[in-house]
Nanobody, 129 residues
């Protein structure tokens, strides 16, 4: 599967952006999908994940209450709605898929980037103060 993330850009603090990640090559309706981010000079960190049905979502503490992950399996697309953005949200955002996750994978499994098989190329989000 190929993943294409887009929707990044420059936004002022307090603003919003919506990232999209389109999957191609095969249907991704059975995949756990996740968003991760890597700030300059830092390691890549977990942001959010969503189960294959969309019934379970998981968030890092730093984005909980501000970001919303969703998916449209008919469109093979996963979204990350980012609200109340802060300068510390500045990073390259990556989407990833895990084809082998069970439906009830849980937050610990879903936040571990080592479990993900395919990665998009990343999209840059810059939040100015």
């Amino acid at each position: 599967v190929q993943l294409q993330a887009y929707g990044g850009g420059l936004v002022q603090a307090g603003g919003s952006l919506r990232l999209s990640c389109a999957a191609s090559g095969r249907p991704f309706s059975r995949d756990l999908m996740g968003w991760f981010r890597q700030a300059p000079g830092k390691e890549r960190d977990f942001v959010a994940a969503i189960s294959r049905t969309g019934g379970s979502t998981y968030y890092s503490n730093s984005v909980k209450g501000r970001f919303i992950i969703s998916r449209d399996n008919a469109k093979n697309t996963v979204y990350l709605q980012m609200n109340s953005l802060k300068p510390e949200d500045t990073a390259v955002y990556y989407c990833a898929s895990d084809r082998n996750a069970i439906l009830t994978a849980g937050p610990h499994y879903s936040s571990n980037q080592d479990n993900y098989d395919y990665w998009g190329q990343g999209t840059l989000v810059t939040v100015s103060s």
